[in-house]
C-alpha cells in the first residue's frame, strides 16, 4: 500500500500484519522526506528502525533513532518522523489500537 502519512513524497507502506489488533507495519523513507505532524487520537505507537537512521519529533524534542532502536509514542502525543539521511530508511511501526481514522488534526503547539 503506497504512501504515508508524509503526503507520498516517494514513501511505501506495506501491512504485514493487518486486522483490528495487533497491527504490524512496515515503511521506507526516501531521503529528505518528512511526514505531517499528527497525533493519534487513542492509539499508542511503538516505532522501530530497521534501516539506517530516523528523526523522530515527539511533543516538540528531537529523538536521534539509529537503527535497532524504538521509541514508544503514547496516546495523544504530537509527533513526526523524518529522513534526514542518505539513504532509504526502513521502520516498524506497531500501534495499538488501530491508527486507521484515529488521528487528531494540528496545528499542535510544537509547530516550527
Known sequence: MPGTIAGGQGC???HLLAGDDP???EERMPPGAVEQ???PALARQFFYVLDY???MELEG???????G????????AAHRMS?????????????APKIH???IDGPYEAES
Do not use: K, S, T, Y
Not at 534526514?84 to 526502513?90: D, I, L, V
Open 12 to 14: 511505501d507502506r506495506w
Open 37 to 39: 505532524r499528527h497525533r
Open 61 to 67: 524534542a528531537r529523538h536521534g533513532l539509529d537503527r
Open 53 to 55: 537512521e530516523a528523526a
Open 83 to 95: 529522513n534526514e539521511g542518505r539513504g532509504n530508511m526502513r521502520f516498524l511501526v506497531v500501534p
Open 69 to 76: 532502536v524504538g521509541l514508544h509514542v503514547p496516546p495523544g
Open 23 to 25: 497491527i504490524v507495519i
Open 101 to 103: 481514522g484515529n488521528h
